[in-house]
C-alpha cells in the first residue's frame, strides 16, 4: 500500500464544511457464543439506527488483516497515516500516553524497574512487579537524586507497577536542527543472571544521550542502594519526537481534538491537532458534547473520542460495553444539532468483552454526508456494515474518503 | 499499490479469444434527493438488466479512495496502468485532448494568453477570456509568426477560449535516446502585477527547450503588439511524452481504439492500440459499432467509448443522461452479437448530475464470460454492483480480470 498522502497533499482545498470524526473506542466486538449478537447488535441504539439507515457503512481494517491495533497504530491510520510508515517509538508513546509533551530534541525513554543482586547481577527484570505507590515513591527518590546530567534536564515519570519513563530535554538545536540522538543500544539484556548492559551509541548524533542513560543508570543504582527490590533499572525503547506532517499541511484543515484522556490527546497533538480543554472526570461525555459546541466555529475537523467502549471490553464486561454504547446513542442528538457537513463514526480497533483486549476484527465505519448513495447497511453493527456500500477498507481510506465527501479535494489530473 | 504490470506480463499467453471493454465515461451516479436512485437505476435498460443477471458485477475505484479522477488517470488506470506510477503531463495530455500525435524528443507546453500592460506587467492571466474564434485568430498570426525557431519546427494550437498549446518538434534523438527535455521552469507568474518570468532549465537536457520558449515568448509578444487584449503568452506545464510499456508487450494483445473524441483516441494511442476510423459526428454510437463490426477480425481486444453519459453528467442534466445511458442500451444487442469471449462494461469514472463534475464515487464494473460464478447483482446498477461478486476493487485489477476471463493468463508459479 503506497502513502496516500502524497497524493491527497496537492489535491487538499480549504473551504467552510465542517468534518466531525467521532472515534467509539474499541467499538468492535463478538458475540459472546457462536452465531449470537455483538456488543453493538445488542444495543438499544435508536438514534444510531436512524442515522445509519440514511448514511453509507463499511467495515476498515486499520492496519491490515488479522492484525490487532495498538491504540497509536489504530488512531493514526484514522487520520490518515499508514501505521506502518509513520512509527511512534515505544517511549514517545509512553510519553504521550502520560500526557507528557516532547519538543523537538527531546528523547523519551521506557524504563523498567529491576532487582540486582551482588555484582551487579540481574535477579528480577520487574522488581517484583511493585505497587504504582511504590513506583511512586522510587521515582520520587529519583528525581531528587537526579534533576539534571551534565546540565540535560531529566524527567522522570512514573507509568504502572514496574514501568517509569525518562525524558531527557534537549539544551536546544543544533545548525542542522538536530537535537538529543535516540539511536543507542538496550541497557535491557532480556535474560536475568547478568549484568545490565552499557548503551551504545550507534550514529553520531546520539553519542551525549548514550552518556546521559549510562550515567543515569549508575546515579539511580546509588540512590536505590538501601532499596531491597527495587534497586536498578533497566532501559529499552529510546525514541525522539516524530515528525509527522500535520493535519494543516496534508489536509489544509484546522483540527481540533476533543479528547479527556492523556493517550489520545497526545495522539492528537503529534499529528498536529489542537487539544481544546475538556470539563469533567474520566470520559466526560457531556463534557465533550460542550467542548465540541464551544470550538465548532473555530475548527473544520473534529476528532470526538470516546474511551468507555474500550475499558469496558478490556474488562471483558459485555453488558457494561453494550451500556456505554447506548449512553452514546443518547448524546448523539446534541453531534447532529450542529449539523457537520460530514459526519464519520468509527473505531480505532475492536475490543470484544470475550476476548478482553483489542483485537483484529474490522471495525463498522459509517459516513453521512448529502452526497453518498442508497446502502443496504441498517444499523450502525459489525453484521450490517458488512454489507454496507463502502466496502472492506485500510482504514486510511477514511480520510480521503472524508475530505471528498465534504467537497474539500480537487480532481487528480485532467 | 504494487504495479501488477510486471507480474502479468510474463504471464500471458496468445489465445483467439476476444475480449470488449465498454467504456461508459462518467456513467457513476448519485440520487438527486438522498435515498432516491441514481441515473443508472432511473433509466429502463432491458438488454444491459438481462446481462447483469449473467454476468458479475463489482465496484471499482479507478485512482483510489475518494480520489476522483481526471480522464487520463482513470482510463489509465482501466488499462492497467497504476495512475500514480504513470502520469501524463499537462501539456502532453491538452494536445493528446486536440487530437495531435506527439513523438519520440517531442515537447508539448500549455499555453494561456494574457493581457499585458506598460513595462510587460501582467494585467489579465486569461486575457479576459477571449472567445474561441478570437483564439483562432490569433493563434493564425502566431503559426504565421513563428513557424519555427533556429532550425526546430514549432506547432501552434487552439485549445479553448484563453488556451492553446505549443508543440515543439525534436530535430531527431541524440545518441542516448535524448530529444528536447521537459524539465524548466513557468513563464506563468500566477499572478498579475508582474511580469512574465523567464523560463529557466532544471536539467541539462532542458537547456534548447528554456531557449526555445523564451525566444517563443519575445516573438509572441511582438507579433502580437497591436492585438489591445490578447498581448501576451504565459506557460505551464510542459511535457515530453510518456513513455508507457504498450498493451502489445504487457498483454500480448492487438488492440483497437474505438473512440470518436479526440481525448480518448490520443490516451488510447499512447498505450499503442490503434485508433480506428469512426464515421459520424460528435458520440457516432452507430458508427462506432460499424466500426467494431468491421475490425472485429484483425483485433482480440477492443476498448469502445461512449461521451454522453460523462458530458450530460457534467451539464447537470439527470434526465438526459438517464436517456443517453437507454440509448445504450438499445445498441448493446449489436455488441452482443458479435460473441465477444469477455464482455467488461465500466466507466472511467463516476459524473453525478447532482455535482456537475467527475466525483470519487466507485464505478459499476460488469464482465461476463463462461467462467463466472453466481452473483446476486441483478443490474448494472451502483447499488446492485455493490452486492456483487467481484467485490469493490481498484481500477487497475481490470486488466488482469478481462485477461484471465479469455483464458490468456498462464499460472503464476508452479
Redesign the interface.
Known amino acids: 500500500?503506497?502513502d496516500?498522502i502524497d497524493?491527497?497533499r496537492p489535491?487538499a482545498k480549504k473551504t467552510d464544511s465542517k468534518i466531525l470524526m467521532v472515534v467509539l473506542d474499541g467499538v468492535g466486538g463478538l458475540p459472546l457464543t457462536p452465531g449470537g449478537e455483538t456488543e453493538l447488535a445488542s444495543a438499544r441504539t435508536p438514534n444510531l439506527d436512524a442515522l445509519a439507515a440514511?448514511a453509507q457503512l463499511g467495515l476498515v481494517e486499520l492496519v491490515g488483516a488479522g492484525i490487532t491495533p495498538g491504540s497509536g497504530p489504530g488512531h493514526l491510520s484514522l487520520f490518515g497515516y499508514d501505521p506502518l510508515k509513520y512509527v511512534v517509538g515505544r517511549g514517545a508513546l509512553s510519553a504521550v500516553g502520560i500526557g507528557v509533551r516532547l519538543g523537538a530534541g527531546d528523547v523519551a525513554v521506557r524504563g523498567n524497574f529491576a532487582t540486582l543482586g551482588a555484582n551487579r547481577v540481574i535477579e528480577d527484570r520487574r522488581a517484583g512487579r511493585p505497587s504504582n505507590e511504590k513506583n511512586a515513591e522510587v521515582v520520587s527518590k529519583l528525581r531528587e537524586a537526579i534533576p539534571e546530567i551534565g546540565g540535560i534536564r531529566v524527567e522522570i515519570y512514573t507509568e504502572s507497577e514496574h514501568r517509569f519513563v525518562v525524558v531527557f530535554r534537549s539544551p536546544g538545536l543544533d545548525e542542522a536542527g538536530q537535537g538529543l540522538g535516540a539511536n543507542i543500544s538496550d541497557v535491557d539484556p532480556q535474560v536475568t543472571g547478568v549484568q545490565p548492559m552499557l548503551a551504545v551509541a550507534q550514529d553520531t548524533t546520539s553519542g551525549l544521550t548514550a552518556e546521559l542513560v549510562n550515567t543515569f543508570v549508575q546515579r539511580a543504582e546509588a540512590a536505590l542502594s538501601d532499596e531491597p527490590q527495587v534497586n536498578g533499572v533497566l532501559f529499552r525503547g529510546y525514541s525522539d519526537v516524530p515528525h509527522f506532517p500535520s493535519f494543516a499541511n496534508i489536509y489544509g484543515l484546522r483540527a481540533a481534538c476533543i479528547a479527556s484522556y492523556p493517550m489520545y490527546r497526545g495522539l492528537a497533538s503529534l499529528v498536529g491537532m489542537d487539544v481544546v480543554p475538556v470539563e469533567g472526570e474520566e470520559d466526560a461525555l457531556e463534557g465533550k458534547v460542550a467542548a465540541l459546541t464551544e470550538n465548532w466555529a473555530k475548527y473544520d475537523f473534529f476528532y470526538w473520542h470516546v474511551k468507555k467502549t474500550d475499558s469496558t471490553g478490556e474488562d471483558g464486561d459485555f453488558a457494561e460495553k453494550v451500556h456505554k454504547i447506548e449512553l452514546f446513542d443518547e448524546l448523539l442528538p446534541g453531534l447532529l444539532a450542529l449539523k457537520p457537513d460530514v459526519l464519520c463514526i468509527v473505531g480505532d480497533h475492536s475490543t470484544p468483552s470475550k476476548l478482553k483486549s483489542h483485537s483484529w476484527h474490522p471495525v463498522p465505519l459509517l459516513i453521512r454526508s448529502?452526497?453518498?448513495?442508497?446502502d443496504?447497511a441498517a444499523r450502525y453493527t459489525e453484521e450490517e456494515a458488512g454489507?454496507g456500500?463502502?466496502?472492506?477498507?485500510r482504514g486510511t481510506?477514511?480520510?480521503?474518503?472524508?475530505?471528498?465527501?465534504a467537497l474539500k479535494?480537487?480532481?487528480?489530473?485532467?
Not at 481510506?397 to 465527501?405: K, Q, T
Open positions: 500500500m503506497s496516500l497524493t491527497i489535491l440514511e448529502d452526497y453518498g448513495r442508497k443496504l454489507r456500500s463502502l466496502g472492506l477498507r481510506d477514511i480520510m480521503p474518503l472524508l475530505m471528498a465527501n479535494l480537487q480532481k487528480y489530473g485532467a
